[in-house]
């Protein structure tokens, strides 16, 4: 069987993203819905597959998937938090200002 790329896709009835490779699912991001803001509050990835950059993947299209909806961000679960803090030119408008420092996203260095 060919080695496809991996795929992420919103599961809406699960309230989650998730990421599959070859069909099989290798991972999730938990969110809530609240009006115009999505709440990421877990991000799991399966043991088998830890180690190929797949939680990134998956954070990564959440992000966009959460932008080109025109919803703001709310960060709750760590591997968000810091997904958004290394790429902050990309994402940390997603998080609204007055909620920055609630997730250490304000610019405070060395707070991870």
């Known amino acids: 069987m060919d080695t496809t790329e991996p795929q992420v896709a919103d599961n809406p009835e699960a309230s989650r993203f998730e990421i599959t490779v070859d069909g099989s699912l290798a ?7 609240h009006g115009p803001t999505i709440s990421f509050t877990h991000t799991e990835i399966d043991p ?31 591997f968000v938090q810091r997904y958004i803090k290394r790429h902050p030119d990309e994402y940390l408008d997603l998080v609204p200002a007055d909620r920055q420092a609630r997730f250490s996203l304000d610019g405070g260095e060395g707070s991870e």
């Open 48 to 78: 088998a597959f830890e180690g190929r950059g797949l939680g990134s993947t998956l954070v990564r299209a959440a992000l966009d998937a959460a932008r080109d909806a025109g919803l703001s961000v709310l960060p709750f679960c760590p």
């Open 27 to 33: 991972g999730f991001a938990d969110y809530r819905l």
